[in-house]
Structures are given as C-alpha cells and as structure tokens.
C-alpha cells in the first residue's frame, strides 16, 4: 500500500525575521534562602530531638554490644571465685530422725532454706529443701530455684549453686535419704567423689562398687551400719556443664549427689 504523501506549507502569515523571546520573571529566584523565623524553634526541636533520639539509640546499642557481656564476665568470675562455705547436712547423723527434728537440726544450723515442697504446692510425707547460699537473698532465691534456675543469666546460675544444696527424703515405704550440690573446688570427678565421701563419715565405709552408671556417672557405693542398722550409701558426680551448658563453667567444676537408703 502506497504511503500518503503530506505536504506541509508555511502559513502564509507567518511572521518574518526574529520573533521576541518572552522570559519568566527571576525575582523570586533571588530572595534569600532563609527560613522564616516563625518555623525556626520547630526547626531547632526537631534538630534537638533527632540528637538525643540518635544519641540514645547508640548507647543502648554500646551497652548491648560492648558494656553488657564485659559486665556479664566479671561478674561470673565474682560469683565462681566467691568463698562460700558449703555446709553440707550429714546424712549418717540424720536418716533416723523424722521430719520435724531436721527442721529444727538445720535451724539450728544456721541454714536459711526454701521448702519446694510448699514453693510448688506439693503434698508430700518427705522432705525437700534447698539451702540458700551466703549473699543471696530469699526472694531472689525463691524466684530462681522455683524456675529451676531458668531464665537467668550464668552468673546469676553460678550464684545461686556456689553454697547451695538440695536435701531431700522421702518415706513412701522406705528411707531415702539425698543430697545435691556443685562442687567448684575439686579438680577431679574422683576428688569431688572422695570430698564428699570424707564429708559424710564414710571413709571406713564398707565399700562395694565404684566404677560408672548407665547415665555416665562416674559413682561409689557400698554399706554403713548406723545404730545396727546397715544401709547403702552412694556418691556419684558428673562434670557440672551437662547440667548447666553455660560459658565459662570450669570442665573441672562437678555436680555430686549423695544418697543414703534402705
């Protein structure tokens, strides 16, 4: 198909020669480039807010970043290296007493301790107590131990176990009689065992198996006669971070337990 041809002419009125340039007018181009003084205080509050809020940002970040962990480690290594007397109940001297009379023994002691029987609204016919460390106090402790010492850091976890123990019994039909406890002083699993063998008057014991258990602990364990009564007694330990998988826990700190039953 043939492409229309279109012929374009001039007008014949175009005009002729230069034809006048029209311009916009400049004038607002040239005013000064301020700010109206009315809008200047909001400007500054905004300016002033921007600051602060940036300042703020930033050291919330710096203390996140840099203060918190530093603050973290020191006082982890404050709470490890705490000289804390542990105490511990002698279970040889208690098993034949009932519950009443080893409430008063530890009052008398001087022990301040939780009864997790209450704490967890448990009934039962035994006993279980955790004995709160030097230092710390009972609130604080409660709301730990109760949350089984989650949900705070590992300093705060080093803590409450740097003087604590677990004691409980229990009675349904026979004697159970335990201890729990973080030792942080032994350098062996063998020398937290022989600590609290030696701690319970279990030295000339008769012993009759030491070697490990199915769970991995590493354990001792033999008989005692006790006013003519024989009974078992065993001390097992395990390395304290597979209870407690935190940062800078020792791999010689142990986790001991210590029964006597019948």
């Known amino acids: 198909m043939p492409t229309p041809r279109i012929n374009l002419k001039k007008p014949e009125n175009e005009p002729r020669g230069n034809s006048p340039v029209i311009h916009m007018s ?3 181009l040239n005013r000064p ?17 921007a600051i602060l809020i940036g300042y703020f940002i930033f050291q919330r970040a710096y203390d996140a970043i840099i203060v918190a962990p530093q603050q973290e480690i020191e006082n982890f290594e404050k709470n490890l290296s705490r000289d804390v007397p542990l105490q511990l109940p002698v ?22 301790t939780i009864d997790r029987n209450t704490l ?28 089984k010492l989650n949900g705070i ?24 009689m335990k201890v729990k406890y973080a030792d942080l002083k032994s350098r062996t699993i063998e020398e937290a065992i022989e600590t609290a063998v030696q701690s319970q008057g279990l030295s000339d014991a008769y012993v009759e198996e030491v070697g490990e258990d199915n769970a991995g ?19 097992s330990a395990c390395a304290l971070s597979e209870l407690y998988p935190i940062d800078g826990i020792p791999k010689e700190a142990c986790y001991v337990g210590i029964r006597l039953y019948l």
């Open 217 to 235: 602990n590493t354990f001792k364990s033999g008989i005692v006669t006790i006013n003519e009564t024989n009974y078992y007694w065993r001390v």
């Open 120 to 147: 967890n609204n448990v009934e039962s016919t035994g006993i279980d107590v955790v004995r709160i460390p030097e230092g710390v106090s009972e609130a604080d402790a409660k709301l730990a131990f109760a949350n």
């Open 33 to 49: 480039l301020t700010m109206p003084w009315v809008f200047r205080p909001i400007f500054v509050f905004f300016i002033v807010a």
């Open 153 to 176: 850091s590992g300093s705060e976890v080093i803590l409450m176990l740097n003087g604590s123990w677990q004691f409980t019994v229990g009675r349904d039909g026979y004697i159970d």
């Open 91 to 112: 279970l040889t001297s208690l098993v034949q007493l009932d519950n009443e009379t080893i409430y008063n023994v530890f009052a008398e002691s001087g022990y301040t």
């Open 26 to 28: 400049g004038e607002s």
